[in-house]
Each structure stands twice: as C-alpha cells, then as structure tokens.
C-alpha cells in the first residue's frame, strides 16, 4: 500500500466542514505513519544491535537478549506538535504491509540470518522508514496549511465559534 497525502486543493477554497474533515482525516493517516515509522527504527535498533554483536565479536545473540538489555535510547526527531493519543488498529494496512515486508526480510530470525541477509534486511527496512518519513512530512505540510486556512478564517471573522457548537 502506498499512501500519500491526498491534498483537495487550496484549502481556501474548501467549505469550513470539507476543511476540518480533510484536516481529521489526514491526522489519523498522519497517526497511522507516525506509529508505524516508530516500529520500522525500533526494528533497525535491533538490527544494528545484532550487526554490533557480531561486530565486536560477542558471538551470535537472541532479539529477547538484546530487547531485555536495552539498545539505548531512540534519538528524538524533535517534533513541536503537541502528542495525541493514537489509534492504529492492529490490522490497519500500512502495519500490515511493514509486518510483510519484515517477514519476507527474515526479520523474525534475523540472528540466523548471514552478513548478507541482515544487511538486506537492514536496507529494505531503512528504505521503508525513508518512505514514511517523506509520506509524513507530506501530510504535516497539508495538516499545516488546512489549519493555516481555519485559523485565518477565524482571525477574519470567516468563521465563528458558533459554527462549532451548530455541529
């Protein structure tokens, strides 16, 4: 599944109740990415754990070894919107098509996996991450503009609070 933000046009152009429902939609998309971008660099926390192990000649260990000793803290990417609790269902499409993808990489058996087969492993996932990272940025972008536009309705008097209680 390849989703991309799906901007309607100018965000002047749309009705005050096309504006908010186009900017809910694409936070839930946004939700959905975000939650699965966040698997897909815990999952390459992993790997790169695994290729350190094998590195610093430590000798093969498990995914459970290295999950219960810790790989460290994740790096932040800063983000200045307010957190939102998400719901991603646990069949939702763009989790699904992550678990496919880690599954035909080996993912799950990674530390039989050779040089070869973990470092494929490593790029398909960084690959995908990349993507979601793009496809994210994208939504933020559009979200931006459609509140731009909310916000400008109502410091112009476009719009009104009241339009929020007739709803």
């Given amino acids: 599944?390849?989703?991309?933000?799906?901007?309607?046009?100018?965000?002047a152009s749309l009705s005050l109740p096309d504006l908010?429902?186009?900017?809910?939609?694409?936070?839930?998309?946004e939700d959905a990415v975000s939650f699965v971008r966040r698997l897909a660099q815990g999952r390459l926390d992993l790997v790169?754990?695994?290729?350190?192990?094998?590195?610093?000649?430590?000798?093969a260990v498990s995914v459970a070894e290295i999950v219960r000793s810790?790989?460290?803290?994740?790096?932040?990417?800063?983000?200045?919107?307010?957190?939102?609790?998400?719901?991603?269902?646990?069949?939702?499409?763009?989790?699904?098509?992550?678990?496919?993808?880690?599954?035909s990489l080996g993912f799950d058996n990674m530390a039989d996996l050779d040089d070869l087969g973990l470092?494929?492993?490593?790029?398909?996932i960084q690959v995908f991450e990349s993507a979601q990272s793009d496809l994210r940025r994208q939504l933020f972008d559009r979200i931006d503009a459609l509140t731009a536009e909310l916000v400008r309705r109502y410091r112009d008097g476009d719009a009104s609070v009241d339009t929020l209680l007739q709803n």
């Avoid at 599944?1 to 965000?11: F, H, R, V």
């Avoid at 699904?96 to 599954?103: I, M, S």
């Avoid at 470092?119 to 398909?124: D, P, V």
């Fill in 1 to 11: 599944m390849n989703q991309t933000a799906n901007p309607s046009g100018d965000p």
């Fill in 20 to 29: 908010r429902a186009e900017r809910d939609t694409l936070r839930q998309q």
């Fill in 48 to 59: 790169t754990a695994v290729k350190r192990h094998r590195a610093d000649g430590s000798g």
């Fill in 70 to 103: 810790g790989v460290g803290p994740a790096p932040s990417t800063g983000s200045a919107r307010p957190p939102r609790d998400t719901e991603v269902s646990a069949d939702h499409p763009l989790l699904a098509e992550f678990d496919a993808l880690c599954d």
């Fill in 119 to 124: 470092t494929s492993l490593e790029n398909g």
